[in-house]
């Protein structure tokens, strides 16, 4: 994977909170995940927005942690990534992962997405799963996937 490619990026914070990245740490995440050239607007959002675009976009009634949407018709190619703040939170807490770690995934995620990749069936889901691990190594983050649950109570 090189990172020689070009990146545009607007971020947009739409949520009151302190512990958010900048916009230069999700540039940083991004940018490591490019196989060509992308122009993004991330949004940052509360569990509001982010409730109903997922069930506006996707017929689901909550908020998720993050939103990928693509314009295959543009060339560089172009598209959108909505991340809900209090759900990566409350995730992060959870799975005993710190802040930043999985919002450096979710970006590296969304932006894997945005250029194609899908976890649709077993085989692309673990191709894009190492891909993650391996791009989140080089920026010295644990591997994603490994963590501990706190139960419920």
């Not at 607007?10 to 995440?29: I, M």
């Not at 991004?30 to 992308?38: E, G, K, T, W, Y």
């Not at 939103?67 to 409350?90: H, N, R």
């Not at 945005?114 to 920026?139: F, V």
Request: net charge negative; aromatic share 8%.
């Amino acid at each position: 994977m090189t990172a020689d490619f070009r990146l545009s990026l607007s971020v947009q914070y739409a949520v009151d909170a302190t512990n958010l990245p900048t916009r230069q740490q999700f540039r940083r995440w991004i940018h490591s995940a490019l196989q060509r050239d992308v122009q993004i607007v991330l949004r940052i959002v509360d569990q509001a927005e982010g409730r109903a675009l997922n069930k506006n976009y996707r017929g689901k009634d909550y908020a998720t942690n993050v939103l990928t949407f693509v314009y295959d018709d543009t060339d560089p190619l172009s598209g959108d990534i909505v991340i809900c703040a209090p759900v990566v939170e409350k995730e992060a807490r959870a799975q005993r992962k710190e802040l930043p770690a999985h919002y450096a995934h979710l970006a590296i995620h969304a932006a894997l997405h945005l250029q194609g990749y899908d976890h649709e069936n077993e085989a692309d889901a673990a191709a894009m799963e190492t891909l993650e691990t391996a791009l989140l190594a080089k920026l010295r983050y644990a591997d994603p996937y490994c963590f501990q649950e706190i139960p419920h109570k």
